[in-house]
């Protein structure tokens, strides 16, 4: 039985589309330059960050969001970025009785724009809150412990297989694999993404069905 869902943050709730175009424009790079280099570097299987350094070498990012506070240009996002399908999603799950929860690399500002938008979960929480990243199973025993069942009860949802589904899989929960955002299309031709996820969809709003049934099934 899943009795719990876990959602990650970036291109699972949130369209991080005009984030990343407020990064192109810190940099004074094309938005579409900028966009095309990100997915060159996480097609290489690189980490993401290795698209700053190409436009400007030994870029830090932690300083640099520290730098675009102090500028009054921080990096935000609010309802309109969210996507379509996530609020009716955590929504009708929370109303089928599950518990919801919403966890994903963000910095404790990202997590205070979460709460603010008051979305129907029972808990907010971010990496730097956990003082563990993913893809580290640290994280993920973080989601264990703050869920109210077992791991294998739980269900964490991801746009990526090597961040979220993989690493959530080892730590022994159960996983959703959404095909949207930059790693989903790129991955999604990968083995393993169909090997490795509980389930594969491509809307949020496939979820509460998806998850009726396994249940269903599980009976």
């Given amino acids: 039985m899943i ?3 876990v959602f990650d943050v970036g291109e699972c ?10 990064w192109a424009d810190w940099l004074g790079v094309p938005r579409h330059t900028f966009s095309a280099m990100f997915g060159a570097v996480i097609a290489r299987g690189l980490d993401y960050r290795e698209t700053f ?15 675009r506070v102090r500028a009054g240009r921080p990096e935000t996002f609010g309802e309109e ?4 399908d996530a609020r009716p999603a955590l929504a009708k799950l929370r109303g089928d009785g599950l518990w919801v929860g919403i966890a994903g ?3 404790v500002r990202a997590g205070g724009i979460l709460r603010s938008l008051e979305l129907p979960c029972d808990m907010v929480a971010t990496s730097d809150d956990w003082g563990v990243s993913k893809p580290d199973p640290g994280f993920f025993r973080c989601v264990v412990e703050a869920a109210p069942c077992d791991a294998g009860e739980v269900l964490y949802v991801g746009d990526r297989l090597d961040n979220d589904i993989m690493p959530a899989a080892e730590v ?3 996983t959703a694999l959404i095909r949207r955002g930059p790693w989903g299309i790129i991955q999604q031709d990968d083995p393993e993404a169909d090997r490795v996820p509980t389930m594969r969809i491509d809307s949020l709003a496939e979820l509460p069905g998806r998850v009726a049934e396994f249940n269903a099934a599980g009976r």
């Fill in 3 to 5: 009795r719990a869902v």
């Fill in 13 to 22: 709730l949130v369209d991080e589309s005009r984030e990343y175009g407020t």
């Fill in 53 to 67: 350094q190409v436009f400007a070498p030994g870029f830090d990012l932690t300083g640099q969001r520290e730098e």
């Fill in 81 to 84: 970025d969210l996507y379509p």
């Fill in 105 to 107: 690399n963000q910095t």
């Fill in 172 to 174: 022994g929960l159960q």
